[in-house]
């Protein structure tokens, strides 16, 4: 396939409600829009980057850079048949993993829809449906809290993340238990802590929780592996981990026992295959992360997790759940078991609604030969 044309538009829509974490407050979400034209055949991407480096050291601003003067350039007019042609010419360039993967992901989506194939199909999903579960972020005190995570479970679904900030856990964390004593239940520190904390962390192990999600600094596996000496509940980790080398090394000095997977972070969905076999074979649990994507990132997120070892609920909720209008149809829905159908049509098995997009579009960049 030769690639002859790349679209790139910067979006931003607006959350339906205001999504808090221990970097932030969004109220909108930024991200990138891939599209890649080929013999009459069209994929579409999301870069998952961001309006501000909280969550990652990259934003929409420097995936654009990487993106239109590196990656674009160096992919158009060449020939791509397989995704591992596309990472031998970018081979050349480091990190900015989540500008990687967004055109990845354009290229994951062409390349299964001339296969005629679902994209699920193609990375070896084995389930038609995959069970999600809802993040919250951080709310205005407990009990406004617990009254969101009761919404939540009333609307279906059966595991809910909460996100933690230090001054905002173990009363949090003891209030929805106290609620909900049998929900399974996790929380996510977005890197906020450090090992002088531990007192915190102890205080939430006896909470039943299934996973303590980044409690540390990204670029410190060896405090995790100290944290997770003393600790029965197992720490997963989000940000760490950036490859599956990363992976391997977290789980050689047992920095973590459960992984996230986000195929942005790891630079795309082949290297998100790469992390989750490796913790297959080792026994590990993975599950899908979420980065309050759009019709297009959630319909790949729904196929990654199709793979066998994401035993642990996804990241991955109801597209009602984040936006009131989305750019891609049909819009994801819950089902009575809280799982959402992995998409079956060729491809991501979404199709973009093109007013939609140019509704929330704010800049638009065409690049050809
Ligand atoms: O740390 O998992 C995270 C959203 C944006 C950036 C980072 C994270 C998140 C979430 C939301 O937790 C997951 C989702 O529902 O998409
Ligand atoms: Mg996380």
Redesign the pocket.
């Known amino acids: 396939m030769k690639i002859e044309v790349i679209e790139l538009r910067h979006i931003r829509m607006r959350l339906r409600a205001p999504?808090e974490?221990s970097f932030g407050v969004e109220l909108d979400r930024d991200c990138l829009i891939l599209r890649v034209d080929s013999e009459g055949m069209t994929g579409w991407g999301e870069c998952a980057a961001g309006s501000t480096p909280g969550?990652s050291y990259e934003t929409t601003e420097t995936a654009w850079h990487v993106l239109s003067e590196f990656f674009i350039p160096t992919i158009l007019g060449r020939q791509v048949e397989e995704i591992e042609d596309y990472h031998r010419r970018l081979g050349a360039y480091k990190g900015h993993n989540l500008a990687r993967a967004g055109l990845e992901m354009a290229l994951w989506d062409l390349l299964a829809k001339v296969q005629g194939k679902s994209l699920a199909a193609i990375l070896g999903g084995v389930v038609e449906r995959v069970p999600v579960g809802?993040?919250i972020g951080i709310q205005q005190d407990h009990d406004v809290l617990v009254e969101v995570v009761s919404q939540y479970i009333e609307a279906g679904y059966r595991r809910v993340?909460i996100?933690i900030k230090p001054g905002r856990d173990v009363v949090e964390v003891e209030s929805v238990r106290k609620s909900f004593p049998d929900l399974p239940l996790q929380v996510?520190a977005?890197s906020a802590y450090t090992l002088e904390d531990v007192a915190v962390f102890k205080s939430l192990d006896d909470k039943q929780l299934l996973l303590i999600?980044?409690p540390l600094a990204e670029d410190d596996l060896i405090d995790h592996s100290r944290l997770q000496a003393h600790l029965q509940t197992p720490i997963c980790l989000?940000?760490s981990i950036i490859s599956a080398r990363h992976a391997r090394q977290a789980l050689e000095i047992d920095a973590c026992r459960i992984v996230?997977i986000k195929s942005g972070r790891v630079g795309g969905l082949l290297e998100g295959l790469a992390v989750h076999d490796l913790c297959y074979e080792a026994g590990v649990p993975v599950w899908c992360?979420?980065?309050?994507?759009t019709g297009i990132g959630r319909a790949a997120n729904l196929a990654l997790a199709s793979l066998p070892g994401f035993t642990l609920p996804g990241?991955?909720?109801a597209s009602d759940?984040?936006y009131s209008e989305d750019i891609a149809e049909p819009r994801f829905t819950l089902n009575a078991d809280s799982t959402i159908d992995v998409p079956t049509g060729a491809g991501l098995g979404v199709e973009v609604v093109s007013d939609a997009l140019e509704r929330v579009t704010l800049r638009r960049e065409v690049y050809k030969l």
Do not use: H, P
């Open positions: 999504f974490t969550y809802v993040s993340k996100k996510d977005n999600e980044q989000d940000e996230n992360g979420g980065m309050l994507e990241d991955i909720s759940r984040y």
